[in-house]
């Protein structure tokens, strides 16, 4: 499977961005889809996770309450809504495909397939 995360770009504190990640080459609908970001320098960290059917989520605890994670089958994405970003939530953000299908699973090795990534930056 192929995946192009897309939807980064420049925003205020306080504002909202939605990031999607496209998937080709094979059904979203059979992999627990993850995003994940990653700062220059720093190791690439969990921010969320959704299941199969988009039933049930996983939040790092820094973003709960501001990001949602979803996805469309149908239309083989999924998305991270987010909102109330701060200047900490610059990164690159990337979408990953869990090898096991466990939502609950944080670590970057669980997951194999992985976008190329869509840079996110929060100045004013």
């Known amino acids: 499977v192929q995946l192009q995360a897309s939807g980064g770009g420049l925003v205020q504190p306080g504002g909202s961005l939605r990031l999607s990640c496209a998937a080709s080459?094979?059904?979203?609908?059979?992999?627990?889809m993850g995003w994940f970001r990653q700062i220059p320098g720093k190791e690439r960290e969990f921010v969320a996770a959704?299941?199969?059917?988009?039933?049930?989520?996983n939040y790092a605890d820094f973003v709960k309450g501001r990001f949602t994670i979803a996805r469309d089958n149908a239309k083989n994405t999924v998305y991270l809504q987010m909102t109330s970003l701060k200047p900490e939530d610059t990164a690159v953000y990337y979408c990953?495909?869990?090898?096991?299908?466990?939502?609950?699973?944080?670590?970057?090795?669980?997951?194999?397939?992985w976008g190329q990534g869509t840079q996110v930056t929060v100045s004013s």
């Open positions: 080459g094979r059904p979203i609908s059979t992999y627990t």
């Open positions: 990953a495909t869990n090898k096991f299908g466990n939502f609950y699973q944080t670590a970057a090795y669980n997951y194999n397939y």
């Open positions: 959704i299941n199969l059917d988009g039933t049930s989520t």
